[in-house]
């Protein structure tokens, strides 16, 4: 079976104003247990604009190695339509991680608080990842 597709979706939106609403959200977020976008955290380490060295790394070693076909990172204001659906109909909250297989099935693979649990190390988050997928590929 072919490696999935990673979806890493934001808790943002792509736009300047969704860029400005982000920032102002992480500047005055007060519960470091409720971040205002994890995925932002391990993927942009906060406000930057641009991938940190350390995400840049690991997620290509990640796709080199064969986990997964590609990783796209995707803010809520640029999803396909059928993955919109999908969020919508399973009521899930953003930031969120799925997984796509070749017959297009979506599956979450993880949620906001397990993404909050990971405090921005990619490291970490690679490690557990790999896990997921793992259990997802099975079922």
């Given at each position: 079976m072919a490696p999935p597709s990673l979806y890493i979706l934001y808790n943002a939106d792509a736009s300047?104003?969704?860029k400005l609403s982000y920032g102002y959200r992480k500047l005055t977020s007060k519960d470091p247990d409720k971040p205002a976008c994890a995925a932002c955290?391990?993927?942009h380490g906060g406000l930057r604009l641009d991938e940190t060295a350390q995400w840049k790394s690991v997620k290509a070693d990640f796709v080199k190695?064969?986990?997964v076909k590609e990783v796209k990172q995707l803010h809520r204001d640029e999803l396909d339509t059928e993955?919109?659906?999908?969020?919508?109909?399973?009521?899930?909250?953003y930031p969120m991680v799925l997984?796509?297989?070749e017959a297009?099935?979506?599956r979450v693979v993880m949620d906001e608080k397990q993404l909050a649990g990971f405090k921005g190390d990619s490291h970490?988050?690679?490690?557990?990842?790999?896990?997921?997928?793992?259990?997802?590929e099975e079922t």
């Open positions: 300047v104003m969704g955290d391990i993927t190695s064969g986990a993955t919109k659906a999908f969020v919508q109909s399973q009521s899930l909250q997984a796509q297989r297009g099935e979506l970490a988050f690679l490690q557990i990842l790999k896990e997921r997928l793992a259990v997802v």
